[in-house]
């Protein structure tokens, strides 16, 4: 069950500032197979959002090269036709940004129909069983998918949430209409930017398990975008770390909680408690991902975040090294960096 659903060859996404072009996604290779929740992790501005959109073919000014294979096909050079048809179909997204997914003058309730409408085929074979025997094109059928849908993203009141509009709900209720439009076509392969971020804990469980039996009933890839390192170690096949526009680790969820090699990654992993705190003093310098156009484009990225390595640690062009099967780590500065109290 290891079919290849997604490759991604040499992406680079680059948006053009004051004349210039800039690469916020820089030169990423990927694969997310079936059945595979790939999560990508990585600070504000390291490029996962513009990953994602470039993989749905949502940017609108970006300059993107490289290859998008989605089952042997290139979205990177479908036409918009061809990419609308595979969108919020086979291919969805939960949006970072619930508020920009949704129409402010449009009832919920006719907003989720409109996908289910837009995509009968697929919809046939919903999961409501409440809505069995009942014709596909019957609009009594898709309004019980809908309060269905609604339900399941732990909607309190679908009734009631199904005639009102956007702007009338919570950020967390907007999120989960959100979860509920993308899943409700169930994708075979589905991007979730954030997807339980402005959620309680109680609904994120709840979101993160729909997700999880959206994997494994039908056998969709998943990536899976957050900061949550918790959610990762609980929902993750495969972890990709990202800095700066770049893969700077990836490997499975396994060998990288036991053996994670990056500086960048090993600093993330230490941020989560363990109960032997005595390695989380100062691991990196605190800091953000540059802007854009002051990104370090030569050399290791992270380099000034680890100022006491010395240089020839770092490679001047620095590749993926493969440390265990499967898992690989950019740069050689990983082989000498160790916490300052090891
Ligand atoms: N349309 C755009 N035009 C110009 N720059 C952009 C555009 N979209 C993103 N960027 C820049 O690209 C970089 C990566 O942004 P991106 O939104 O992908 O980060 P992210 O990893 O998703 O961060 P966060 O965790 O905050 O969501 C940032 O420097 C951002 O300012
Ligand atoms: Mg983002």
């Known amino acids: 069950m290891n079919e290849e659903l997604l490759t991604i060859e040499n992406l680079s996404t680059s948006f053009p500032i004051a004349g210039q072009l800039y690469a916020a996604v820089d030169d990423v290779n990927l694969t997310v197979k079936k059945n595979e929740i790939l999560a990508i992790v990585g600070e504000s501005g390291s490029g996962k959002s513009a990953l994602a959109f470039s993989i749905m073919g949502l940017h609108t000014r970006a300059q993107i090269q490289g290859h998008i294979y989605y089952k042997g096909q290139n979205l990177a050079t479908m036409s918009p036709a061809e990419l609308n048809r595979l969108r919020g179909n086979e291919v969805s997204m939960i949006f970072q940004d619930p508020l920009s997914a949704l129409n402010p003058l449009m009832m919920i309730g006719e907003q989720i129909e409109e996908v289910l409408l837009l995509h009968e085929s697929k919809s046939k074979t919903a999961r409501s069983s409440k809505g069995s025997g009942q014709t596909r094109h019957s609009k009594k059928f898709r309004k019980e998918q809908t309060l269905d849908l609604l339900s399941q993203v732990g909607i309190p009141r679908p009734e009631y949430t199904y005639g009102q509009y956007p702007h009338e709900l919570s950020g967390g209720m907007r999120q989960r209409v959100v979860i509920a439009m993308a899943i409700a076509n169930q994708p075979h392969l589905l991007i979730a930017d ?67 090699k990056h500086p960048y990654t090993r600093s993330l992993m230490s941020s989560i408690p363990t109960g032997n705190e005595k390695k989380t003093k100062l691991h990196v310098i605190q800091g953000v991902v540059p802007s854009l156009q002051h990104l370090p484009r030569q050399g ?34 990983y082989k000498h960096f160790h916490f300052l109290d090891e």
Request: hydrophobic letters at 45%; proline letters at 4%; charged letters at 25%.
């Open 194 to 260: 954030e997807p339980t971020t402005a959620l309680d804990v109680t609904i994120q469980l709840q979101i993160l398990e729909l997700i999880r039996r959206l994997k494994e009933q039908m056998e969709a890839g998943i990536i899976l975008i957050t900061h949550d390192l918790g959610v990762v170690a609980e929902m993750a096949d495969r972890v990709a770390v990202m800095y700066a526009g770049q893969i700077v680790e990836i490997s499975s969820i396994h060998s990288l909680m036991s053996n994670a």
């Open 300 to 333: 290791c990225r992270f380099r000034s975040r680890i100022p006491w390595i010395e240089e020839a640690a770092h490679e001047a062009d620095p590749q993926m090294h493969e440390v265990e099967p499967g898992h690989y780590v950019r740069c050689t500065c």
